[in-house]
T-cell receptor, first 114, second 115 residues
């Protein structure tokens, strides 16, 4: 069965600093991986996804993630944090068994300091 | 932009009452998913439905919880005889197709508080 582990429930960075949110997955089949962002009192919005092909995936708002099969990782990065990036971020993997439901990690809350 | 619409946004119920949560998917989407988010936790899958069919309900509690997605109208998540532990945010998502890479579009959620 698929599972997702997000390392660090809270991450704090200064404005302009690098953002790195970690995600590791387990999957018995080639995974499809996603990052979603959730702003306060909002639903989830897709940032980016990896399906096949290029392992470096670019998403919205300057975020990108790299699929590393050897490390079973899909870490999310952004070169320079902005105050508006403060939100909760969820890594997710699709589950091809039993209906293609998406399995989510516990989330990482990003704080951006001025 | 008619995205996924959930109502109500906030719902307060006393213990023992019924809670009924509604989800209208994106127009044209025939796949609906319900998730529950507890404080400080991620989203937990509850149920996956297509029109008039429950495809996967492996995340649904065995008792008190039910879901439907009728041919006409919104999807409904029903919680009978609510208890304090049911307090959570419930999110609905829809997708136009099913598949490994199908993006799910999420509603803004219904925050249920049981008092």
């Amino acid at each position: 069965a698929q599972s997702v582990t997000q390392l660090g429930s809270h991450v704090s960075v200064s404005e302009g600093a690098l953002v790195l949110l970690r995600c590791n997955y387990s999957s018995s089949v080639p995974p499809y991986l996603f990052w979603y962002v959730q702003y306060p009192n909002q639903g989830l919005q897709l940032l980016l996804k990896y399906t096949t092909g290029a392992t470096l995936v670019k998403g919205i708002n300057g975020f990108e993630a790299e699929f590393k099969k050897s490390e079973t990782s899909f870490h999310l990065t952004k070169p320079s944090a902005h105050m508006s990036d403060a939100a909760e971020y969820f890594c997710a993997v699709s589950d091809p068994n039993g209906g293609f439901k998406t399995i989510f990690g516990a989330g990482t809350r990003l704080f951006v300091k001025a | 932009n008619a995205g996924v619409m959930q109502n109500p946004r906030h719902l307060v119920r006393r213990r023992g009452q019924e809670a009924r949560l509604r989800c209208s998917p994106v127009k044209g989407h025939s796949h609906v998913y319900w998730y529950r988010q507890l404080p400080e936790e991620g989203l937990k899958f509850m149920v996956y439905l297509q029109k008039e069919n429950i495809i996967d309900e492996s995340g649904m509690p065995k008792e008190r919880f039910s879901a439907e997605f009728p041919k006409e109208g919104p999807s409904i998540l029903r919680i009978q005889q609510v208890v304090r532990g049911d307090s959570a945010a419930y999110f609905c998502a829809s997708s136009p197709v099913v598949g490994y890479d199908a993006e799910a579009f999420f509603g803004q959620g219904t925050r249920l508080t049981v008092v």
